[in-house]
């Protein structure tokens, strides 16, 4: 047949029909059935623990359905299936964590398993291997070395060798599960670009992303699961944002504003920070932060924002400037941050602060031994009251602190690690990314649980790249731009378009 022929043809790409599945508890998955065509993109969405990473893994061998039919190109795959099997039927997938592996070159992962080998030899031809690693990535514009060893990339660029991985293994049908969650913009429409292209060569790309304006401007159709059941499939026309929110979350959220009105507190000040340094990473930072205020950081990615609160807290030292904290002279350092009231959110979730094999309860005690500690006894009940506290505060699911983390979905373990610090007494939050990979519905009763620490009077800074985040919750705006503060939005009305324009050096009266 050819591509034409068989883009046409009656049979899909993959057809799964009423599969159920419980991980020894309760249904993960009921009576589900999805559908994808070839050479369509289709989007998976719902919120966090609603089933997608389930279906995912069902569809990839990593995990067995309980019940149900799956066929692939017309072919049924037996309840048995094995990731092996997945990728010979030609199913590649980009997990949301990534699986590389570590201290060996972006050319190994590539190859791995299927290294070319030098002719009569058991020898791996890694002249060879090279080569054809590079000739890929360049194909696809990226700009990573074959050579480059795993360890030396950013988070970004392993994304990138994930999905080259998948490009590789010369697959029909492409999963991506939130594939841009630490991308930069740039990298971001690159991979929109390689998505269109996978498109166009006939290949299917099932994509998960919690982020909106991402699906309906990329997918053909949209399944929508809540709860574990299919709820509804959208075809392009009917994807319309509002619908799609409403179905996920069985609820309308309010329409908000796209102009947002900045304010100076007159409050007293917590924080001041005076000409901070650190060679390369940013410079002569000077802003005061006052009681029960949001401060927001905007700025591109790489602007300094994350290297500045990180200084902030004392994870990593500075050069030159001071700090104030409370009106007299402080050095940061963790110790000291966590001593003074500070809590400090970091923007690599998926690699810091969650221990998967231990529970709920267990990984935010960790975080608050200090607070259930009483003259060196550790108390159980005291520990409890404060998971369960995370988990009403954030609706995290399931409700059950025993859970291990490990078994919760990628959205909820995100929030186990923001809601451990949620609970403290805090004078200072710092929050670096705070809703990356968390739904819709989560993000706005973390918004609601930030507004309501401000009004009893934490000061909290926020660093986000969500504009509309960003503008909404923010008291006041500062706009970093390759390490120094570009712009204020202090007072006055201020838009998604302001700060994006001052984080590119584009400042009103032509200035950069
Ligand atoms: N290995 C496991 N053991 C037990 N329960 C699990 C396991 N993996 C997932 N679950 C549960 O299955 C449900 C669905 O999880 P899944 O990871 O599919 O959600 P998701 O839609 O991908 O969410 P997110 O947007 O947060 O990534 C959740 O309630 C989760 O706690
Ligand atoms: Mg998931």
């Not at 990534?98 to 201290?103: C, E, Q, T, Y």
């Not at 699961?225 to 929110?245: M, S, T």
Request: proline share 3%.
């Amino acid at each position: 047949m050819s591509e034409k022929a068989l883009a046409d043809s009656p049979v899909a790409l993959l057809e799964c029909r009423r599969i159920n599945k419980s991980y020894n508890g309760p249904m993960v998955l009921s009576e589900v059935d999805f559908s994808m065509k070839r050479g369509e993109i289709h989007a998976l969405v719902g919120e966090n623990g609603a089933g997608k990473s389930t279906l995912i893994k069902i569809v990839t061998g990593v995990t067995n359905r309980n019940s149900g039919e799956m066929l692939f190109e017309g072919r049924p795959i037996g309840i048995e299936h094995s990731k092996t099997a997945a990728q010979v039927l030609g199913i590649a997938v980009i997990y949301q964590e990534l699986s590389l592996i570590h201290g060996m070159s972006v050319a190994q992962n590539l190859f791995l398993t299927r290294e070319p080998r030098l002719p009569g030899l058991p020898f791996i031809d890694i002249g060879k291997m090279n080569s054809l690693a590079q000739e890929l990535i360049d194909r696809y514009g990226f700009t990573l070395k074959a050579t480059d060893v795993i360890d030396s990339l950013s988070i970004a660029q392993r994304q990138t060798v994930e999905i080259l991985k998948a490009l590789n293994s010369k697959a029909s049908l492409v999963i991506m599960d939130e594939p841009t969650s630490s991308l930069t913009s740039t990298e971001s429409a690159q991979l929109f670009g390689i998505i269109k292209r996978l498109k166009e060569d006939g290949i299917g790309v099932l994509y998960i992303s919690h982020r909106m304006e991402e699906v309906y401007a990329l997918s053909d159709r949209v399944t929508v699961l809540r709860d574990g059941r299919k709820v509804a499939v959208l075809e392009k026309a009917e994807i319309h944002p509002e619908e799609i929110i409403r179905l996920m979350i069985g609820r309308k959220l309010d329409d908000r504003d796209s102009v947002h009105t900045m304010r100076k507190s007159d409050r007293e000040v917590v924080l001041e920070v005076k000409g901070l340094s650190s060679e390369g990473k940013f410079s002569g930072i000077d802003f005061q932060l006052h009681a029960g205020e949001i401060l927001g950081i905007g700025g591109l990615v790489g602007s300094g924002r994350t290297e500045l609160v990180r200084a902030l807290y004392g994870i990593d030292p500075h050069d030159s400037g001071s700090v104030e904290y409370l009106g007299k002279p402080w050095e940061p350092g963790v110790a000291g941050s966590i001593r003074g009231g500070f809590g400090f959110i970091p923007e690599e979730r998926r690699l810091q602060g969650i221990m998967g094999l231990i529970s709920m309860t267990g990984n935010i005690g960790i975080t608050n031994i200090d607070v259930i500690r009483k003259m060196g006894f550790v108390s159980d009940r005291k520990e409890l009251d404060l998971a369960r506290k995370a988990i009403g505060l954030l609706n995290i699911k399931p409700a059950d602190p025993s859970v291990l983390v490990g078994n919760l979905s990628g959205g909820n373990q995100q929030k186990i690690v923001v809601g451990k610090w949620l609970i403290r007494d805090l004078k200072l939050l710092i929050v670096d990314e705070p809703t990356v990979g968390i739904d819709i519905g989560a993000k706005e009763e973390m918004y609601q649980t930030f507004a309501r620490l401000a009004e009893a009077g934490v000061s909290i800074i926020l660093v986000s790249s969500d504009l509309p985040e960003l503008t909404r919750i923010s008291h006041r705006i500062l706009v970093l731009r390759k390490g120094r503060i570009i712009k204020e939005f202090s007072e006055g009305q201020v838009t998604e378009e302001d700060v994006l324009k001052a984080s590119s050096g584009i400042l009103p009266g032509g200035a950069k």
